[in-house]
């Protein structure tokens, strides 16, 4: 089994920034895309940003050029760096994490949500 525990999240004027971040523990051969998605009520999830086992990034466009998506594969964490925060990104935002195991099966896992409030 696996866990994400996701942590950052928080209350910030429009205009500032936060970083969240996504460690995996657990059972783990080894960690393949990593990434953050985000869900509004009443809407379907959404994907704001990932990164491949590579270093490949893929962003949602509204986030482009204010986000930025990094990881450690030493310390299996996943980052998200939200720099000029607008109250359009209120929302739950939720890490996401493909394992690749021994025999070589990919299996895919949600963190528990972290919300995040921009307003003045």
């Known amino acids: 089994q696996v866990q994400l525990v996701e942590s950052g999240g928080g209350l910030v004027q429009p205009g500032g920034s936060l970083r969240l971040s996504c460690t995996a523990s657990?059972?783990?051969?080894?960690?393949?895309?990593m990434g953050w998605y985000r869900q509004a009520p009443g809407k379907q999830r959404e994907l704001v940003a990932t990164?491949?086992?590579?270093?490949?990034?893929n962003y949602a466009d509204s986030v482009k050029g204010r986000f930025t998506i990094s990881r450690d594969n030493a310390k299996n964490t996943v980052y998200l760096q939200m720099n000029s925060l607008k109250p359009e990104d209120t929302v739950v935002y939720y890490c996401y994490v493909a394992v690749q195991q021994r025999w070589g099966q990919v299996y895919n896992y949600w963190g528990q949500g972290t919300q995040v409030i921009v307003s003045s």
């Open positions: 990164i491949t086992s590579a270093g490949s990034r």
């Open positions: 657990g059972t783990i051969f080894r960690l393949d895309t």
